[in-house]
């Protein structure tokens, strides 16, 4: 009762005038410091702001409020902000420090907030900052917050598309959570950043279907369009020794029945017809998982789900097994005008292929009085292609109705269908043309005119035709009839489209009406000026004919299509050879004077063609051979007209997607691939399983792999994995932690004794920040203990590296010879301060070597730089134009760089004789780093570095500090468990250094300490590295530094080489 009453009292910000108040008190009351006001003030603003008010000039009292500590004023500062964080980018930046604080906060919502504001902050320069806050965030205890992170994820790849590579780790951490909130995030997240990358799919795609019904209604709209083009790339197509025939037609039964097993049973009657040509095509268990999953999702509230399956059955299931969507996409046409168009829109494209589907709906296709044109329109199409021997019928009794509506555009649209009907049907060819004849007495022209383009259609389909000759004379009579009410129309009708199309019939069979067709051309030939450009070419050509008819006297040989007919009736009087010369001189000197006419026409295909017609006809001594052919190019059986309607034009485009709805290539738009002939390996697909240490199990079982089960009560499952990464912020997450241990109790007690590693990582776990940092000083010496600042300077000595360290990075690519036409460049940074030519390189550059290389058969010239489009505050210093380069030949090029940031590219254009290629140089943060310029000749002076480096060291402060712990990956653990014993983690930091131009520094006897020191190469800012073995697979990193955007790079750069 009170949510209620709470509800009711909150409605009055959105439906009376207190969302009305002038901003200037609302500012007022954002800057007072009573949190009742503050909220008051808050509340209107959102209101406002959902009512689509502009209220962004109270941007600034809003963010002085991200410091507050009530809940409720938070979360809606929270919400303010997501919204204009976008836009007042530069007031968003103030409060970025307090908002990395509410990262850490106890409630989820204000976590999930803060990552929301800092993702929708559209700022190159804090891209790193906002990095972090998501990979902490990915480890969260919350799925809400993992949730939002993954929707993080998506919004920093819009930002930065250089910070892919990052992003797709992240988001494979994500796809390891079992929480269906997170993991239908991770789907919309993938759809964004790379959605090609199918291999990030492979191992948890049975996960994602036995899930898929758990997602929310959104996610599961894009997991299906993934999922549709994964089945394409990754199954053999099921239907590949299928012929595709169309089933038996089902019992008429109501469309909303209650009966689901009659329903059932009579699909299943359906299927065992066709058990003879699926046996012989086994579909991949995988691919039957797929369907089975995504089958109950049809009865889906969201018309998106709904239509998302209907795609997903019709490209990836079997022909008869996507009958099943017929019926549900028929129940999301109840739905609202929007709705129904694009249902029907991927219905008339459906039944293109396979009309199969909906025959049994056929009736929930016929027009209903409410029904807007485009909905018309693409029922009508539909039903034309519905439309068999069978429902013929009943198909024709409605559209017989359809033509006595007063909406003439209604009517025309029903002429065409019927005419569509007769074409594909021969059996009801002649009712529908006697049917149309009928309608050419209408008093609309509009009507008239389309029963006109129907009929000069249906004649041309039926009177040239088979049926003709094997009707013989009554047929010939009946097209007679039919031609000789179309030559009266022309007196009344003046639409031009109905004009040419009669013109045209009397011309094409002028033959069967040789005594109308002249006098047709004289009455048009007075009115020749006034008529439209298409008449007028089909006048010309009426001209011709009757000229070319009159001129050659029939032979025996030729075929009632080629020559005259004598008669055209039993009452119609033959045409005696003296009258035959009267009628061909009077058509003579009426073409003659058309010809005339059109040669001074202002339309030049008109008068081309009378110029052309002239020269055929009368100056024939320059065109003989074709004056001769005449008759063939003139009157000769033209072609059985097809009829292509847009729905089979939308068929190259996947069913549901923007450009099918709009019939071209949308921005963004990926076609459907192919099923593979031969599919990949299945085996990519299993599940990856979770080891569980020997300590944690029965010590009668050396080893055993525990699957995590899908639908699991335990959200926190996955933090087992990253547990040395989180930090605990609320009694919640304790309790989480006991239920845990109590869960793996037994493992762990195994025998009476303890896994001393686990006891130890446990213990650092519950630490809190200040024992933490207490640890931390004891560590380094900061603290009162001041004998163990004496033990760690005695213990350090020269940290002496055994193999060379490398003098370049590894070789990326920077220009494809596919894409540029042949010229292929590779560049590696080069960590010497010296170029090749003597020169020194100036501070803040990077020294880059370019590989040039021909891979096209022919001579590539003038190679240079273009950096007039460089990125804002870079700088290149280019090398010098290549005349010439030979093919095969390579050449190697020195350039020096200064990047604009730690994180954005350097962009520019490589230029020779065949184009200019837009390029990208990306930023490597091992390579941003010079090594120190410490001195290490003698013991003494070891003794003097590792002072100074300690020095500086605490001088910086935890305020500038980054550090993590974590485990080894499997190839740091092999490299130390094949070296010698007592090198501690040498063969690691040999890694390290190759990786990154950072200088060693000292470490203690036993090298399980490190010292590394640099320069951050930017802002020229010193930069420590303490690595620390915690045990013999963990390791602790601390880097410290003023440009703490570099350090917290350098840290993940390290992680990321440790844990391989």
């Not at 560049?827 to 040039?852: A, K």
Request: negative net charge.
């Amino acid at each position: 009762m009170n949510t209620v009453l709470n509800n009711i009292s909150q409605s009055r910000y959105f439906n009376d005038s207190s969302t009305n108040t002038k901003m200037e008190e609302i500012k007022k009351f954002l800057d007072s410091p009573s949190d009742v006001q503050k909220l008051e003030s808050m509340k209107k603003l959102i209101a406002m702001l959902s009512k689509g008010r502009d209220v962004s000039e109270a941007f600034p009292q809003v963010v002085k409020n991200v410091i507050v500590k009530n809940l409720e004023i938070k979360k809606l500062v929270y919400m303010f902000l997501v919204h204009y964080a976008e836009i007042q980018t530069d007031s968003a930046l103030l409060a970025i420090n307090t908002i990395q604080k509410s990262l850490s906060d106890q409630n989820q919502v204000i976590r999930a907030s803060a990552l929301r504001v800092m993702s929708s902050i559209r700022v190159i320069d804090i891209i790193e900052v906002i990095i972090l806050a998501i990979e902490k965030s990915v480890k969260d205890t919350s799925p809400f917050v993992r949730k939002a992170a993954a929707f993080a994820i998506a919004k920093v790849h819009k930002l930065d598309c250089d910070k892919e590579e990052n992003l797709i780790e992240l988001l494979e951490v994500l796809f390891n959570d079992n929480s269906t909130m997170v993991l239908g995030a991770a789907m919309v997240a993938f759809n964004e950043l790379c959605p090609q990358r199918f291999d990030l799919i492979h191992p948890h795609y049975r996960k994602i279907c036995q899930l898929l019904a758990d997602f929310d209604e959104w996610s599961q709209a894009i997991s299906l369009d993934i999922l549709t083009k994964y089945a394409r790339t990754q199954f053999k197509c099921p239907d590949s020794s299928i012929n595709e025939k169309r089933p038996t037609k089902k019992k008429s039964k109501s469309f909303y029945s209650d009966d689901e097993e009659e329903e059932d049973n009579e699909d299943s009657k359906i299927f065992k017809k066709y058990d003879s040509f699926d046996a012989t095509e086994e579909i991949d268990h995988d691919h039957r998982l797929l369907l089975k999953s995504t089958l109950p999702l049809l009865q889906s509230r969201n018309n998106a789900v709904v239509m998302g399956v209907s795609s997903l059955y019709f490209y990836c299931a079997p022909v008869i097994e996507a009958q099943k969507v017929g019926k549900s996409l028929v129940r999301i046409l109840r739905s609202g005008p929007e709705v129904q168009y694009i249902t029907l829109t991927n219905i008339s494209t459906m039944v293109t292929m396979r009309p199969n589907m909906f025959e049994p709906h056929l009736s929930e296709f016929f027009i209903n009085a409410g029904d807007p044109e485009y909905s018309i329109k693409l029922k009508l199409e539909i039903l034309t292609r519905l439309a068999t021997a069978e429902n013929i019928s009943r198909i024709l009794k409605e559209f017989k109705e359809y033509v006595k509506n007063e909406d003439k555009k209604f009517v025309a649209a029903t002429i065409q269908a019927i005419g569509s009907c007769a074409s594909s049907i021969p059996d009801v060819t002649e009712s529908c043309i006697y049917g149309l004849m009928s309608l050419l007495t209408n008093q609309s022209q509009l009507v008239v005119a389309e029963s006109v383009v129907v009929l000069k259609r249906l004649l041309q389909l039926n009177a040239m035709g088979d049926n003709t000759k094997a009707t013989g004379k009554t047929h010939q009579i009946k097209y007679s009839n039919i031609i000789l009410n179309l030559a009266k129309l022309l007196d009344s009708l003046q639409v031009p489209s109905a004009r040419a199309s009669i013109i045209w019939v009397i011309g094409e069979y002028s033959s069967r009406i040789p005594l109308v067709a002249p006098d047709v051309l004289r009455k048009l030939a007075k009115s020749f000026s006034d008529e439209h450009e298409s008449v007028k070419l089909e006048i010309l050509n009426l001209g011709a004919k009757l000229y070319i008819l009159f001129s050659n006297p029939p032979t025996e040989n030729e075929t009632e299509n080629q020559i005259p007919t004598p008669t055209v009736g039993k009452n119609q009087p033959q045409i005696h050879i003296a009258d035959r010369e009267k009628v061909k001189e009077k058509v003579n000197l009426i073409f003659q004077y058309i010809l005339n006419l059109a040669k001074y026409d202002q339309n030049y295909d008109i008068r081309d063609n009378s110029r052309i017609m002239k020269h055929f006809f009368y100056n024939t001594e320059n065109t003989p051979l074709l004056s001769e052919n005449i008759k063939t190019l003139m009157i000769n059986e033209k072609p059985i007209p097809t009829e292509t309607s847009i729905s089979e034009d939308r068929q190259r485009f996947t069913l549901g997607s923007l450009s099918h709805i709009v019939n071209h290539t949308a921005l963004g738009y990926v076609a459907l691939s192919d099923f593979p002939e031969v599919p990949p390996d299945p085996s990519v697909r299993e599940p990856i399983q979770r080891w569980q240490t020997p300590s944690a199990i029965d010590k009668r079982t050396e080893s055993i792999f525990v699957e995590a089960p899908f639908y699991s009560d335990e959200e926190e499952e996955d933090d087992e994995e990253d547990e040395d990464d989180e930090e605990d912020e609320d009694d919640e997450e304790y309790d989480d932690e006991d239920d845990y241990d109590q869960f793996f109790g037994e493992g762990k007690k195994q025998n009476g004794k303890f896994n001393e590693d686990d006891y130890d990582q446990d213990i650092e776990d519950g630490e809190d920040a200040n024992q933490d940092d207490d640890d931390f000083d004891e560590l380094f010496g900061i603290s009162n203990k001041n004998d163990t600042v004496d033990d760690l300077s005695n213990e350090m000595e020269k940290l002496e590296i055994d193999e060379p360290i490398s003098s370049t990075s590894i070789k990326k690519i920077l220009l494809k010879p596919t894409i540029s036409g042949g010229l292929g460049i590779e560049y590696c940074f080069v960590r010497s301060r010296i170029m090749e030519d003597g020169s020194q390189v100036e501070p803040h550059f990077n020294l880059i070597q370019l590989s040039i290389i021909n891979q096209s058969d022919e001579t590539l010239s003038d190679i240079c730089i273009n950096s007039t489009n460089i990125t804002d505050g870079a700088q290149i210093k280019e090398f010098d134009q290549i005349d010439s380069l030979e093919p095969k030949d390579i050449i190697q090029k020195q350039i020096c760089v200064l990047f604009n940031s730690t994180s954005q590219s350097c962009k520019f254009e490589i230029c020779f004789n065949k184009g200019n290629f837009p390029v990208t140089l990306s930023p490597i943060i091992g390579e941003l780093i010079t090594p120190a310029q410490f001195e290490q000749q003698d013991s003494e002076e070891v003794v003097d570095c590792v002072e100074l480096w300690k020095k500086e060291f605490e001088e910086l402060g935890d305020l500038h500090q980054a550090d993590d712990q974590f485990e080894l990956g499997e190839q740091c653990l092999e490299k130390l468990s094949v070296a010698e014993r007592g090198v501690g983690l040498k063969p690691v930091i040999q890694s390290i250094l190759d990786s990154v131009n950072i200088s060693p520094i000292a470490s203690n006897k036993s090298n399980t300490i490190v010292h590394l020191a640099g320069r951050t190469l930017l802002k020229n800012e010193n930069i420590f590295v303490l690595l620390e073995k915690k045990n013999q697979n963990h390791i602790k990193c601390t880097v410290r530094s003023k440009d703490i955007s570099v350090a917290a790079m350098l840290l993940k750069k390290l992680s990321d080489i440790l844990q391989k």
